[in-house]
């Protein structure tokens, strides 16, 4: 339902807008065996400017292991776009990691735009 709302709330937006939008996810891929099947979980980025950097997560990805892929991986990403002119929205899903306390507060900290 969130999903579905977002994506009716932004219908009317234009190519440019969208173009402004640095995507993010994180996956668990498995390798699938009888036993003890092997996991990792990566996180990486995209926008209409290009790929972002993979990060490879050993177990699952907490606020503090969230929040040094985007010390690392965003807000070079975010201040080049922004001293260049170019308009920048960091669109995350509703993970626990991204709606944290730490994450919210980290977030207002360093001015990223969602």
């Known amino acids: 339902k969130n999903r579905l709302r977002w994506a009716k709330e932004h219908r ?8 402004a939008i640095q995507w993010s996810d994180e996956a668990r891929f ?8 092997a996991s990792i979980m990566i ?3 995209m ?3 290009g790929v972002g950097k993979l990060h490879f997560i050993d177990g699952n990805v907490d606020a503090n292991k969230y929040l ?6 965003l807000l070079p990403v975010m201040e080049e776009c922004l001293t260049s002119g170019q308009d ?3 669109q995350q899903d509703g993970a626990a990691c991204h709606t944290s306390k ?13």
């Open 43 to 45: 996180w990486g980025s």
């Open 12 to 19: 009317q937006w234009t190519p440019q807008q969208w173009c």
């Open 102 to 114: 730490k994450a919210i507060k980290w977030m207002e900290e360093n001015n990223v735009p969602l």
């Open 88 to 90: 920048f929205v960091f």
């Open 47 to 49: 926008s209409s400017k």
């Open 30 to 37: 498995e390798v699938c065996v009888v036993k003890f099947p």
């Open 68 to 73: 040094a892929i985007l010390e690392e991986s």
